[in-house]
Nanobody, 123 residues
């Protein structure tokens, strides 16, 4: 059983919306922090948003603030990333990650990673 499985990526015109899902299972349940990262070709992996399952709270990066939001569906063990007003610069592979408490925007905080889902925004 794969502990983190992303879905929902695709191609969309600038200004459009997508919703990414990350279903977590098994060993992923022991981690309190769940996050979305993205990585564009030739660029470093960037933290997009994170939430804390047990204590609550969420963060989004300045680059997506006001456009993206992260939420948690406890019933289905799913973390959602709602992406609105998409821009071509949002084009990247998006990854779900799970980890213990730490700097949410650093990839090194996270021990588990999904395989990613591609988001392409065309103008």
């Amino acid at each position: 059983q794969v502990p983190l499985v992303e879905s929902g990526g695709g191609s969309v015109q600038a200004g459009g919306s997508l919703r990414l899902s990350c279903q977590y299972s098994g060993v992923a349940h022991k981690y309190s922090q769940l996050a979305w990262f993205r990585q564009a070709p030739g660029k470093e992996r960037e933290g997009v948003a994170a939430l804390w399952r047990t204590v609550g709270g969420a963060r989004v990066s300045d680059s997506v603030k006001g456009r993206f939001s992260i939420s948690h569906d406890r019933a289905s063990n799913t973390v959602l990333l709602q992406m609105n007003s998409l821009r071509p610069e949002d084009t990247a592979m998006y990854y779900c990650a799970a980890g213990y408490a730490g700097d949410w925007y650093l990839p090194s905080t996270f021990a588990l990673w999904g395989q990613g889902t591609q988001v392409t925004v065309f103008s």
